[in-house]
């Protein structure tokens, strides 16, 4: 049962940090992709996303897609 309170947990924090991010993205009409880049090198200068993998989020939104759906 504790898993399943952790998973609960974890899904409701990631929900939380998508949605604050959200209120500055409308705020100043940027795309998330800058917020996204501004918490990056955040974690990346203190150390926190050192880990593999911490560059992922804002390459695959800068992808095909991306550059498409902003045309």
């Not at 309170?5 to 100043?28: N, Y």
């Not at 996204?36 to 926190?48: C, F, I, P, Q, T």
């Not at 991306?66 to 045309?71: D, E, F, G, H, I």
Request: aromatic share 6%.
């Amino acid at each position: 049962m504790s898993e399943r309170r952790a998973l609960l947990r974890c899904i409701r924090v990631w929900l939380a940090v998508f949605i604050v991010c959200l209120v500055p993205s409308g705020l100043t009409a940027f795309p998330l992709v800058h917020e996204l880049r501004w918490v990056e090198d955040l974690l990346k200068s203190s150390g926190a996303g050192a880990g593999a993998g911490a560059g992922d989020v804002t390459e695959r939104a800068d992808g095909p897609s991306a550059v498409a759906a902003a045309a």
